[in-house]
């Protein structure tokens, strides 16, 4: 099947802990992102990467990470994880000025205790 | 900052009703303009998008009403179903970058 696939699909850990999310898509887009949603389910970008070069860098803790080996995978490595972290972490990819818009994986539920 | 505004945050209608979902923007650079659904537990999907050259776009039982001049879209569900039952989000970018989402609207039709 032809998708953006993350995993792994729930995460719960530890305050303080190191952990990394993973994404891949097999729909030959040459761009992809991280966007949050929050507990209020709003959706905020935090970075993408555009044939494997960082392209958007928000705002965001530099204990977040991402990395991209090839066009087709983009991770997320988050240290010293902490509460406000808590929320469900979305992949998705597109291809630069296709107007097919963003195609999302299923998120990754991500709970620190 | 919200660079796009949605309302309402929730809508409740009967089975065969048109919910209407409304958004506004300010930034003018924006020259795209997608809706999106999501299930629970789902990614968004792309549902229709719209560019600022056109007032209107329909597809299916959804269409996008735009007004470029009072910077606003809205969505119109024809004769809606309980499978229309879902989060709705707007967007809007500049250039089909760095997409900006609404706060999201929860539908809910009642069968």
């Known amino acids: 099947d032809t998708a953006v696939s993350q995993t792994p699909k729930y995460l719960v850990t530890q305050m303080g802990n190191d952990k990394s999310i993973k994404c891949e898509q097999n729909l030959g887009h040459d761009t992809m992102y991280w966007y949050k949603q929050d507990s209020k389910k709003f959706l905020k970008i935090m970075f993408s990467y555009n044939n494997k070069e960082l392209i958007i860098n928000e705002t965001v803790p530099n204990r977040f990470s991402p990395k991209s080996p090839d066009k087709a995978h983009l991770n997320l490595h988050i240290n010293s994880l902490e509460l406000g972290d808590s929320a469900v972490y979305f992949c998705a990819s597109s291809q630069m000025g296709g107007e097919n818009g963003y195609t999302f994986g299923s998120g990754t539920r991500l709970t620190v205790v | 900052q919200q660079q796009v505004k949605q309302s309402p945050q929730s809508l409740i209608v009967q089975k065969g009703g048109i919910p209407i979902i409304n958004c506004a923007y300010e930034?003018?650079?924006?020259?795209?303009f997608p809706w999106y659904q999501q299930f629970p537990g789902k990614g968004p999907a792309l549902l229709i998008a719209?560019?600022?050259?056109?007032s209107e776009k329909k597809e299916g039982r959804f269409t996008i009403s735009f007004n470029k001049s009072a910077k606003q879209f809205s969505l119109h569900i024809m004769d809606s179903q309980p499978g229309d039952s879902a989060t709705y989000f707007c967007?809007?970018?500049?250039?089909?970058?760095?997409?900006?989402f609404g706060t999201g609207t929860r539908l809910l039709v009642s069968p």
């Open positions: 930034n003018t650079a924006f020259d795209y």
């Open positions: 967007a809007a970018s500049s250039g089909f970058q760095k997409l900006v």
């Open positions: 719209i560019r600022p050259d056109v």
